[in-house]
C-alpha cells in the first residue's frame, strides 16, 4: 500500500516533468526570435528534433528504446516484470525533444514506461514477487494517466484492461491509491488546469441514438485505418537499414505534412480543445484555405483530412525514430472524425433540430480509442470524467461498443499488442494463456539424452547408447546435429541381444518419426502444449533452425505450468 503511493507520486511527477519540458521547448521555439517565421519553420523543426532525439539515443543512452506501452507489456510477459534502470529517464529526455519541436506523436506512452519502470525498479529495490511486482508497474500506469488527465477512475480501468491485471480486491486497492496519489501530485503542480476542459451544454437526446451507432460504424472503419497505416508504414521504415535514411525520409515527409497542414504539429490538444469550442479558424491553423473557412463544406473536407492525415504523421515520426505514443493522435483523430460527422448531418438538410456537435466530438474520441485500442471501458470512463459528468454515459456506451465489436472481428489486438501478439509474447485475461506465455521453455528443455548418428549400426547403439544411457529414448542426428527422428528402446529390444544383427541392421532401418517437433523458432508454449495433448506423447523433440536442442517431457512443462501459475496468483 505504502509503495503504491509512493509510486503514484513519482509517475505524477513523471508526468510534470514530461509536459513541463515539452510545453517549454514549444514556448521557446515560439518565441519573439522567430514569431514572425514560425510557420516557415513548421518545415524544419521536426527534422530538427528528430535529430535531437536519434543523437541522445546514439551519443548519451547508448541504447535502445522501445515504444512505451508495447515495451512495458514485454517486460511484464518476457521479463517478469523487470525494466532496466535507464528507461526511468530514458523517455524523459526523448520525448519532449520528439514532440516540442512538431513530432506528431502523444505523451501519454512515454510517461506510462517512465512510471512503470519507476515502479517496476523500486518493486525490484524491495525484493518483492512477479505478481507484485506487475501490479506496481500497473499502479505506475494509472498514476501516469491519472496525472495527464485528472481522471483516476478512469486511469485505473486502463490499467486494468490495457496491462491485463486481475480485477480482484487486493489489487483495486493499491491502484486506487496510486491513482489518488498521482492526482494529488497533479493538483499540486498544475492546479485545477486539464488537457481538455470541456463544459457540455447539450444534454443527450433518445432522437441522436441512430446516429450514435452510425458514428460507431465510421470510428470501426476509422480505426482499422488507423491500425493498417501505423503497421504498413512502420514496416517499410523497418527494411531501410540505413539510421540516417530513415530520419532524413520521416523527417522530411513530416516537416512537408506539418507545413501544409500546421494542426498536424505536436500532441494536438489545442487543436482538439478549439474544436470543442467551434473556432476553426483556431483550430485548422494558418493554411492555404483560410479564406474560405466560412464555408461550411471547405471546413468538413478539412476535418476530414486532418482524420486522414494524422496518421500519417504520427507514423512518419515513428519511423523518422521519434520517442511518443499514440494515445494523443487517438483522440486527436477521434475528435475530427466525431465533429466532422457531425457537421455533415446537421448541414444535409434532413433534421429540423440539429444535433449536438460538442457531444459529438467528445463521443468520437471514444469510439477511436475504444476501436484503436480495444479499451471500450477506458474510452467511456475517460471521457465522461472529462465532461464533468454522466451526460454523455449512454452515447459513449453505444459508440465505443460498436466500434470495439467491429474492429474486433477483423483487428482482434491493439495496436500496443499486436506485434507482441503475433509473436506469442502478450499477456492477457485468460489465466491460462497469461501463465503460458510467462513460461520459459528454455528452462524445461532436457539434454541429458544420447544423440546417435544416422552412420551407426545396431552395435554402435548398444555400446555408445544403451549402455551409457539412463534413458529409453534416442535422437537420431546427422553429421551436422539436424534432427532426423528417434529411437525407442522398445524398438531394439528383440534383436539387442543377437549379436549377429549388430552389423546387419542400421539406425536407419529402426528410427521412427518423431510424434511431433517443437521449434523454438516458431513454437510458443501453447502451441507446445496443443501438441502434447494431440500426440498424446509424453517427450517430444526440440529443434532450432532443424538443429537438435533436446526433450521437453510433459510432465516437467506441467511442473512449471504448476509453479508459474501459483507464482501470478499469489
Known amino acids: 500500500m505504502i509503495l503504491s503511493a509512493i509510486i503514484g507520486f513519482t509517475a505524477g511527477l513523471g508526468a510534470v516533468v514530461i509536459k513541463n519540458l515539452t ?17 516557415a519553420f513548421y518545415f524544419i523543426f521536426p527534422l530538427i528534433g528528430l535529430s535531437l532525439t536519434l ?21 511484464i510477459s518476457r521479463r517478469k516484470g523487470i525494466m532496466r534502470s535507464f528507461q526511468m529517464y530514458a523517455s524523459i529526455i526523448t520525448a519532449p525533444l520528439t514532440v516540442g519541436f512538431g513530432g506528431s506523436v502523444g505523451l501519454e506512452g512515454p510517461t506510462v514506461a517512465t512510471g512503470a519502470s519507476l515502479g517496476s525498479n523500486i518493486s525490484r529495490f524491495f525484493k ?27 486511469a485505473i480501468i486502463f490499467a486494468i484492461e490495457v496491462f491485463s491485471l486481475d480485477l480482484t480486491l487486493i489489487s483495486m486497492v493499491p491502484l486506487l491509491i496510486a491513482s489518488v496519489s498521482a ?3 497533479s493538483y499540486f503542480f498544475f492546479g485545477s488546469d486539464i488537457i481538455l476542459p470541456v463544459d457540455l451544454q447539450d444534454n443527450f437526446n433518445i432522437s441522436e441514438v441512430p446516429f450514435y451507432i ?82 461550411i463544406w471547405i471546413v468538413i473536407i478539412l476535418l476530414a483530412g486532418l482524420v486522414i492525415f494524422k496518421i ?9 525514430g521519434g520517442i511518443g505514443g499514440i494515445f494523443a493522435p487517438v483522440l486527436f483523430m477521434g475528435s475530427a472524425m466525431g465533429h466532422c460527422f457531425a457537421l455533415i448531418i446537421n448541414n444535409l438538410g434532413i433534421l429540423k433540430t440539429p444535433i449536438s456537435v460538442s457531444s459529438f466530438t467528445m463521443v468520437g474520441m471514444a469510439g477511436l480509442m475504444a476501436g484503436v485500442l480495444h479499451a471500450p471501458l477506458t474510452a467511456i470512463f475517460l471521457i465522461a470524467e472529462l465532461t464533468g459528468g454522466y451526460e454523455l454515459f449512454v452515447p459513449l456506451m453505444i459508440t465505443a461498443a460498436i466500434s470495439y465489436m467491429i474492429t474486433n472481428q477483423f483487428q482482434p489486438h491493439s495496436v500496443y499488442t499486436m506485434e507482441l501478439a503475433k509473436r506469442g509474447d502478450l499477456l492477457t485475461h485468460n489465466k491460462d494463456q497469461a501463465v503460458l506465455t510467462l513460461l520459459n521453455i528454455q528452462q524445461i528443455i532436457e539434454k541429458n539424452f544420447v544423440t546417435l548418428n544416422i552412420d551407426m549400426n545396431l552395435g554402435d547403439v548398444i555400446h555408445d547408447g544403451v549402455i551409457k544411457s539412463s534413458r529409453n529414448l534416442f535422437p537420431v542426428i546427422d553429421e551436422n546435429r539436424k534432427f532426423l527422428g528417434i529411437i525407442l528402446l522398445d524398438d531394439i529390444r528383440p534383436i539387442m541381444f543377437d549379436q549377429k544383427m549388430y552389423e546387419e541392421v542400421k539406425v536407419s532401418d529402426v528410427m521412427q518419426r518423431a510424434p511431433e517437433i517443437i521449434d523454438l523458432r516458431k513454437d510458443r508454449p501453447k502451441d507446445i502444449m ?13 529443434v532450432e533452425d532443424e538443429v537438435y536442442v533436446g526433450f521437453i517431457s510433459k510432465s516437467k512443462l506441467l511442473t512449471a505450468y504448476r509453479q508459474k501459475l501459483i507464482e501470478v496468483t499469489v
Open 23 to 39: 510545453h517549454y521547448i514549444q514556448r521557446l521555439l515560439e518565441g519573439n526570435l522567430i514569431i514572425n517565421y514560425h510557420h
Open 55 to 75: 543523437l541522445v539515443i546514439k551519443v548519451v543512452l547508448k541504447k535502445k528504446i522501445g515504444h512505451g506501452i508495447p515495451s512495458t507489456l514485454y517486460a
Open 128 to 154: 518483492m514477487n512477479q505478481s507484485s511486482r506487475t501490479l506496481l508497474i500497473g499502479c505506475a500506469a494509472a498514476g501516469a494517466m491519472s496525472s495527464i488527465f485528472k481522471a483516476p477512475i478512469a
Open 183 to 185: 492526482i494529488l501530485t
Open 214 to 295: 452510425i458514428l460507431g460504424v465510421l470510428a470501426a472503419g476509422c480505426s482499422m485505418y488507423f491500425t493498417h497505416i501505423y503497421f504498413k508504414i512502420g514496416d517499410a521504415f523497418k527494411k531501410i537499414d540505413s539510421l540516417f535514411y530513415r530520419l532524413l525520409l520521416g523527417g522530411l515527409g513530416l516537416g512537408i505534412l506539418i507545413y501544409l497542414i500546421p494542426p498536424l504539429y505536436g500532441e494536438g490538444y489545442n487543436v482538439i480543445n478549439n474544436l470543442l469550442a467551434e473556432d476553426y479558424l483556431e483550430a485548422l491553423g494558418t493554411n492555404f484555405f483560410n479564406d474560405y473557412l466560412d464555408n
Open 312 to 320: 500519417l504523421a504520427t507514423s512518419l515520426t515513428f519511423g523518422a
Open 530 to 542: 496443443t501438441k502434447f495433448q494431440e500426440t498424446n506423447a509424453w517427450n517430444l523433440p526440440v
